[in-house]
Structure formats: C-alpha cells, structure tokens
C-alpha cells in the first residue's frame, strides 16, 4: 500500500457545524437517510470529485488529504483530526473516502469490499440500509458508506465515542457530488 500524505491545513472557519446529540441516539432512534440533497456551500476544496457540505460540531481542526491504494481500488481520504492531548496522541474525528475501482461494481460487492477491507467478519457486521439521495448504501454507528455508480462509492466514518449515529449520518448526507 502506498499513501501519500498531500496536504495539511488548519481550518479556522468557514464550517456548518453540527451540534452533538446524546451518544445514547442509535441508528434505529431516526430514519437513515437524507431527507434532501444538501444546497449548503462545500467546505474547503472537492475531494475527488465529491463537495463536503456538513461538519460536526466541535471536530479536530487538522485537516489532510491522503491518497493511496489497496487491492487495485483507490482511495481518494481527507480527515480531521484533533490533538495533541496530554500524551502527544492524535486523534481523528472524520474521515471522508472516495473510492474508485473495478471491483465496486454494485452495492454488494462494496459491501464484500469494505467488510475485507475494514477486516469485519461479513456474517456479523451489523449494518442498517442507508439511502444517500436515492443512492445505495448501509451505515452502523461508526460509518456509513454507499454505492455511486459502477467503480465509484463513498464512505465517511466519524470517531463513535464523539459522536452518535444521527451525527454521521447527517454528516455523510452533506457530501454530495461536486
């Protein structure tokens, strides 16, 4: 695999910001899905195509984009990511993925892709169906991914011990088409 680390920048403004809910909120809490295709302005630069609408509340400040590769599908990563704390450790609040390959064919074997890549067992990864705007996908309360089109699919994952499920989803709503 390699990564390349392409930039680093602090974001000091210019966030729609999301305000935290109980941690308690579960998927099952609210419908999964958008609602509405998000007409909010993106948040720094496209990534691979895809605008990023919608940040939660209080998220890491530090922002890279990564590129890299892993059985023949690319990826296409910006993250956010908060520290250092008292230990000097960082931690990472957001993920965005744009994957891009032949092998995401369809929603099943994005999901036969991700649960491979992520190393979930496929009988007892719990996922819910997720609808991105009439798009495909499933979410737990970590991540929530979906199928764009034939070799194209997103996935945006948030830190679970920060923010609930209605967080993430509402956060991968707000990326959309660039």
């Keep these: 695999m390699t990564l390349r680390r392409t930039s680093a920048a602090v974001l000091a403004s210019a966030f ?3 305000p935290a809910l109980p941690a308690s909120a579960a998927l099952a809490d609210r419908p999964v899905g958008c609602r509405t295709v998000s007409e909010q302005p993106p948040i720094g630069e496209p990534l691979d195509g895809f605008a990023i609408t919608d940040l939660p509340a ?6 890279s984009d990564f590129e890299y590769e892993w059985e023949e599908v690319a990826f296409q990563s910006r993250v956010w990511e908060r520290g250092p704390d008292p230990s ?3 931690s ?7 994957l891009r390959g032949a092998r995401l064919s369809d929603l099943a074997a994005t999901r036969a892709f991700l649960t491979e890549y992520h190393e979930k067992d496929p009988a007892g ?3 819910t169906s997720f609808d991105h ?11 929530a991914f979906w199928f764009v089109e034939p070799g194209v699919a997103v996935e945006v994952s948030l830190d679970p011990e920060r923010y609930n499920p209605p967080i993430l989803i509402r956060t991968a709503c707000g990326v959309v088409k660039a």
């Design 133 to 143: 705007n009439g798009l495909p996908g499933f979410a737990d309360e970590r991540q």
């Design 88 to 90: 000097g450790a960082y």
């Design 125 to 127: 990864w719990s996922l």
């Design 92 to 98: 990472v609040d957001l993920t965005v993925k744009v």
């Design 58 to 63: 209080e998220i890491g400040p530090m922002v």
């Design 16 to 18: 729609l910001l999301v």
